[in-house]
């Protein structure tokens, strides 16, 4: 289901926002289930390929380097002893946003 719902963002995913960018991942829950995201990306690319495609698209090397990177966003363990459950996970929102925006700005 998931791969139905959101294939079309994986193909363009030049022309989406980052937030949109952001909202795939935690939809595919990602940062509690990565092999999630490496299921979709691999329907993804197959999809593509069935389009004409024969090799990785850019797509999927775009797609692969925002995963890396929100999933390497940490906090400080002394950074979330003062935050409560929101704060931390707005924070963590923040900062995966920013990473997006920084690998789209290259």
């Known amino acids: 289901?998931?791969?139905?719902?959101?294939h079309l963002h994986y193909h363009r995913i030049e022309e989406l926002r980052s937030t949109t960018l952001l909202k795939v991942f935690y939809a595919l829950d990602v940062?509690?289930?990565p092999q999630r995201f490496k299921q979709w990306l691999q329907a993804c690319e197959a999809d593509a390929r069935g389009r004409g495609g024969n090799k990785m698209t850019s797509q999927s090397h775009l797609w692969q380097k925002l995963f890396t990177a929100v999933c390497e966003i940490r906090l400080d363990p002394e950074e979330i002893s003062q935050l409560s459950g929101l704060q931390i996970a707005e924070k963590l929102r923040r900062q995966r946003l920013r990473a997006i925006r920084e690998i789209r700005a290259r």
């Not at 289901?1 to 959101?6: E, I, K, W």
């Open 1 to 6: 289901m998931l791969v139905c719902r959101y």
């Open 31 to 33: 940062f509690r289930r």
